[in-house]
C-alpha cells in the first residue's frame, strides 16, 4: 500500500469515530441486545483493552496493542465490578494476548512469549517477565496475537502474515514458514509444530467444548472492493491444515495477485464466510450457566469494524448457532457501537466468561470492559 494512502485512510477512519472524554460518560443506552439481557461497564479507562484473563483470585488481566500495556483489573469491594487498575507492565510491543495457568500470566509480544510468575501475589509489585518463547517474527504488521494453552496444555501463538498480501514461502524477503499460520509449543519440550497455514492474521481463537478442535477468525486482505474478500470462520480438523492465503480468500476467491495456477480444492473451505471487512477478531465459545440453556456452547464473534470500506461494516457482538459442528445460523448479540451518522464510539474485541455465567466484553477503542448479564 502506498504511504500516502495509508495516512489518508488513517486520518479518515479517526475522523469517523468518536472517543468520550471519559469511559464513564459511554453512551450504553445506545446498545440493543436480546430480550433478558443486560449490559455495564466492568472496568473503565483500561487503556486500549484486548485479550484478558481471569486469576485464581479473581483479578482480571487484559493486554492492549498499541497502548503497550498490561493492566490487572481488580474487584476489591466484590460487587460484582472491577473499581481498581494496576499497571502491571509497559512499553512493551504490542502486548495485545494473554492467557493465565498454573498461577502464571503469559504474555505475547511480537517476536516472544514473556511469563509473569505467581502474577496473582506479584501484579502490583512492577514484577519482571521471563522469556518463555522468542525467535519469532519481528515484523509489526498483523504482529499482535491473542495466545491460550489448548485442551491437550500446549500453547497456541499465531503469526499474522507481514503485509496486506504476499507469498511468505518462496523466494521473497517474507521467506519465512512462521508467518501466516497458527503455531503450538510444548513448554516442557520446547517443540513447535503447525497447527494450520495460510492463514492471514487471526486474532481470536477457541476449542469447541464437546470436539475439542481448533475454530478461529481470519481477518480478509484488503483493497479488492467494499464488498470482497470476505473475513472468514474457519474450524481445524487435521493439524496443518492450509486455509488458502495468499491464494484464495473465503474459499473461493482467487486472488488476483496469487491465485492464478493454484486449486482452490487444495485448502481448506471457512465453516463461516462473514461479511467483507467486518474484521472479525475474539471468539469465544459460550459455557457458563447464566444466559438461556439456547446460549451454551454457541459461539461468540467480535466484529471489530472496518476500516477501509466506504460503509462501515462490524462494529458489533454476534453469536453464531452450531449444529452437528456447522453453523446454521448467525445473528446479532449486541448492537449500536455505530451511529446512524457512520461515526463509531467502541469497537469490541475479546471475551471472558466469569464463573457467575456473565460475559466480559472487551473494547479497545473506548478503553473498556463491558459486562453482559441475563435475568428472566
Known amino acids: 500500500m502506498k504511504p500516502i494512502l495509508t ?7 479517526a475522523a469517523s469515530l468518536t472517543q468520550y472524554a471519559s469511559a464513564k460518560d459511554l453512551p450504553l443506552e445506545k446498545l440493543i441486545l ?47 465490578v472491577g473499581d481498581k487498575v494496576v499497571l502491571i507492565a509497559e512499553d512493551l510491543t504490542m502486548p495485545s494476548g494473554l492467557t493465565y495457568k498454573d498461577g502464571d500470566l503469559y504474555v505475547s509480544e511480537v517476536s516472544q512469549i514473556l511469563k509473569f510468575s505467581n502474577i496473582d501475589k506479584n501484579y502490583e509489585k512492577s514484577p519482571e517477565p521471563e ?16 495466545i491460550d494453552f489448548g485442551p491437550e496444555g500446549w500453547l497456541y501463538v499465531p503469526v499474522g502474515a507481514p503485509c496486506n498480501i504476499c507469498e511468505t514461502n518462496g523466494d521473497d524477503k517474507w521467506n519465512n514458514p512462521d508467518f501466516a499460520s497458527i503455531l503450538r509449543y510444548n513448554l516442557k519440550t520446547k517443540e513447535k509444530q503447525w497447527v494450520a497455514k495460510g492463514v492471514r492474521n487471526t486474532v481470536g481463537f477457541d476449542w469447541h467444548p464437546a470436539t475439542k478442535e481448533l475454530w478461529f477468525s481470519d481477518n480478509g486482505r484488503d483493497w479488492m472492493g467494499d464488498n470482497t474478500p470476505p473475513c472468514e470462520i474457519n474450524r481445524v480438523s487435521e493439524m496443518g491444515q492450509h486455509f488458502g492465503y495468499p491464494y484464495f480468500h473465503g474459499g473461493y476467491v482467487e486472488d488476483p495477485e496469487f491465485g492464478k495456477g493454484k486449486n482452490k480444492k487444495d485448502y481448506v473451505y471457512p465453516e463461516r464466510n462473514l461479511a467483507a471487512h467486518v474484521a472479525p477478531l475474539g471468539i469465544h465459545f459460550y459455557q457458563g450457566e447464566q444466559f438461556p440453556k439456547a446460549y451454551k456452547n454457541k459461539l ?27 453453523i446454521i445460523d448467525y445473528k446479532p448479540f449486541i448492537e449500536g457501537f455505530l451511529n446512524s451518522d457512520e461515526t ?19 473494547d479497545d477503542f473506548a478503553n473498556a470492559i463491558y459486562k453482559v448479564t441475563y435475568k428472566k
Open 7 to 13: 495516512l489518508l485512510l488513517t486520518v479518515l477512519l
Open 34 to 80: 436480546p430480550e433478558g439481557f443486560s449490559i455495564q461497564t466492568y472496568a473503565t479507562e483500561v487503556k486500549n483493552a484486548r485479550q484478558m484473563a481471569l486469576g485464581k483470585t479473581g483479578v482480571l488481566y487484559v493486554g492492549s496493542r498499541g497502548e503497550g500495556k498490561v493492566h490487572a483489573v481488580v474487584d476489591t469491594n466484590k460487587d460484582g
Open 131 to 146: 522469556v518463555v518463547i522468542d525467535g519469532l517474527p519481528n515484523e509489526n504488521h498483523h504482529g499482535w496475537k491473542n
Open 300 to 326: 461468540f464473534v467480535a466484529e471489530h469494524g472496518s476500516w477501509n470500506r466506504s460503509k462501515k461494516s462490524g462494529y458489533r457482538v454476534m453469536v453464531a448457532i452450531l449444529e452437528n459442528n456447522k
Open 344 to 362: 463509531a464510539w467502541g469497537r469490541p474485541v475479546a471475551f471472558l466468561t466469569l464463573p457467575d455465567g456473565s460475559l466480559l466484553v472487551s
